[in-house]
């Protein structure tokens, strides 16, 4: 191992060139993505030497691998330690946890082993493990736009954190430069800049796997108001891998989820109901009732609690699935409870009406949709919707009143010691649908049209 040393005379003075070798090299196009913060990594890179520079300016020959651990605001390495951050680099791409990577690591005491690099770069791993690269090109283009907006969201909210996101779904998947694939790399490139806004500022683009039929209120997911994330129906038919699951969880780790999240015991699970579901049929509250007592809480509060991968999402069904649906209308099972409320929402203002016979006039909609709205007027508000993502005319946005919710009751099937769920759809079911999009593209929907759809009101516009 090679140290190239400062003499004390030029100590301040390499400290002071260091800072500046760090801002220049991470600006503000840069991403930190946290890798891990085991506190012990093994490195390597795939041509060259890996060079490390640490916080008092010196730099060092690590060879090709090196195993580096954290303790304090120091990284030891073959007995010797080196202040924090240190920066690694060199000419080939950076080995960590069977992974290569673009740009350079950094080990800081707050953030743990970090990749920072260029957000496009960033970009070209994150595409090819968040959706599939034989994905048309329009469906590709606007999970790039998503995701670079998030991650510069992101950056702004995390400026305490050491880091602006980890690597995996808790954000958006990052692979590295392993995974990278021509068509994905053509998607990030094509729209290079390009960032989803809501007025004067970046929105948030979350999005998620599939929405089971209708995206989610951000309001009843996470206790947000956004005008641009109040769920909407999907518009084009699609079966995905998880269009229908059932999961089954024991009784007692039910128990546990609800005493970690209201603080008390209920005793044991005895009946579980859907209580209450929004436009779409999707869960909003859940009633458990125990040995010791009942409590309702919000279903995606569970979810979270209880196991996320296994309850895939709160789209559920009763019954193995009795709920029918066809990716363009609330789910029948609803219907008939929920017309009354629904029959009022529905209505549109003169302003609407006048929009939707504009809509009209320029052929936005197909002879049978035509058809449908005229059999079914209850239906107007959804093709209202659906004429505004589709003519871009995204600046007049639907009436802003809350999603009407239904009191549903029905119970979740018990077997033994365990309750079965059946449900449709996977992930947190705000913004983007991933399968969705892909179903979009596909029936010749441009990244921009998908985009209004899923976040209606937004515009695109260059980062700068």
């Known amino acids: 191992m090679i140290l190239i040393l400062c003499s004390r005379k030029w100590k301040f003075l390499a400290v002071i060139l260091f800072v500046l070798i760090f801002s220049q090299s991470a600006n503000a196009r840069d991403v930190y993505v946290r890798l891990s913060n085991a506190g012990s990594y093994s490195i390597g890179i795939t041509q060259g030497m890996l060079a490390m520079t640490d916080a008092e300016g010196r730099l060092i020959n690590l060879g090709s691998e090196a195993l580096i651990s954290t ?55 994150v ?32 400026k305490d954190k050491g880091f602006d996101v980890v690597d995996t779904d808790a954000d958006q998947v990052y692979k590295g430069q392993g995974v990278e694939t021509a068509a994905t790399n053509q998607a990030v490139s094509s729209t290079s800049g390009e960032i989803l806004t809501y007025g004067k500022d970046l929105a948030y683009t979350y ?13 009843d997911v996470w206790g947000q108001k956004l005008p641009y994330l109040t769920g909407v129906p999907e518009i084009v038919n699609y079966k995905s891998p998880v269009a229908s ?25 005895t009946e579980i109901q859907v209580s209450e579901v929004d436009q779409g049929g999707r869960a909003n509250k859940m009633t458990f009732i125990g040995t010791k007592g009942t409590k309702t809480i919000k279903a995606s509060q569970f979810r979270t609690n209880v196991d996320p991968r296994t309850l895939k999402s709160t ?32 209505r549109l203002t ?17 002879t049978t949709e035509l058809i449908d709205m005229l059999s079914n007027p209850n239906k107007l508000r959804e093709y209202y919707t659906i004429g505004l993502a589709r003519s871009k005319r995204v600046t007049a946005s639907p009436s802003k009143s809350a999603a009407p919710k239904s009191k549903y009751g029905y119970s979740i099937e018990k077997s033994g010691d365990e309750f079965i769920f059946y449900g449709r759809g996977w992930g947190h079911g705000v913004g983007m649908s991933q399968w969705g999009a892909m179903a979009m593209a596909e029936q010749g929907y441009t990244a921009e049209k998908i985009l209004m759809h899923y ?3 937004t515009a695109i516009k260059k980062f700068k």
Request: aromatic share 10%; with cysteine.
């Open 350 to 366: 003169f302003q609407e009406e006048q929009g939707l016979a504009q809509m009209t006039a320029e052929g936005v909609f197909t």
């Open 71 to 125: 303790a304090g605001n120091y990284v030891n390495i073959m007995g010797n330690s080196f202040m924090m951050p240190v920066k690694i680099s060199g000419a080939g791409f950076l080995k960590f946890n069977g992974r290569t990577y673009r740009g350079s690591f950094w080990i800081t005491q707050r953030g743990g082993l970090l990749n920072v690099l260029d957000v496009e770069q960033y970009l070209y791993g």
């Open 207 to 219: 999005f998620h796997s599939d929405s089971g039929g209708h995206t989610a209120d951000i309001g």
């Open 455 to 457: 976040y209606p009101g």
């Open 315 to 346: 789209m559920l069904t009763p019954s193995g699935g009795a709920f029918k649906i066809d990716n363009t209308t609330t789910p029948s099972g609803l219907v008939s409870k929920q017309k009354q409320t629904q029959n009022q929402a529905q």
């Open 127 to 158: 595409l090819p493990a968040e959706v599939g690269a034989s994905w048309p090109a329009q469906a590709l283009r606007a999970q790039a736009i998503c995701a670079r907006t998030y991650v510069l969201k992101q950056s702004m909210n995390r």
């Open 245 to 269: 699951w059932t999961a089954k969880i024991p009784a007692a780790k039910i128990q546990n989820a609800i005493k970690k999240i209201t603080g008390t015991d209920i005793g044991n699970i």
